[in-house]
């Protein structure tokens, strides 16, 4: 079992709040952010009991986490990540890489390749 770093970042939170706002919806702000952030601590627990997690920050839409994990696993993230998405009514993006810095990486290209996804970084072999 090797240890990798999980960043997580909501898709679109910010512009779902600012669209409530916006429209004067304070209600349903209340309430998308109510199950935003029980989602995110429901997430935040999974992840410390079924990965050994260390959570090294969880807040807003955003999370970094170091997992105890295997290859097999990667599946299981996938699990939880849709589990968020039925709580919250939101999508999250992951990304996955040996240190922080390549997490977060993998979390821009999952961003970029239409968010709602995992991504496990990797080296670019032709530059």
């Known amino acids: 079992m090797k240890s990798l770093f999980l960043a997580a970042d909501g898709d679109d939170v910010g ?41 090294i920050f969880n807040g807003g839409d955003n999370l970094l986490a ?3 994990i295997d290859g097999k696993q990667i599946e299981e993230l996938e699990n939880l990540r849709v589990e968020f998405s039925r709580r919250s009514k939101a999508t999250l993006s992951f990304g996955v890489g040996i240190n922080p810095r390549q997490a977060y990486f993998a979390l821009k290209l999952a961003k970029a390749s239409g968010k709602d996804r995992i991504e496990i970084f990797q080296e670019c072999i032709n530059g």
């Open 66 to 68: 170091d997992l105890k």
């Open 15 to 55: 512009r779902k709040i600012e669209f409530f706002v916006v429209t004067n919806q304070m209600e349903m702000l209340s309430e998308f952010f109510c199950n935003f952030q029980s989602a995110m601590f429901w997430l935040s627990e999974k992840l410390e009991d079924e990965f050994d997690a260390k959570i």
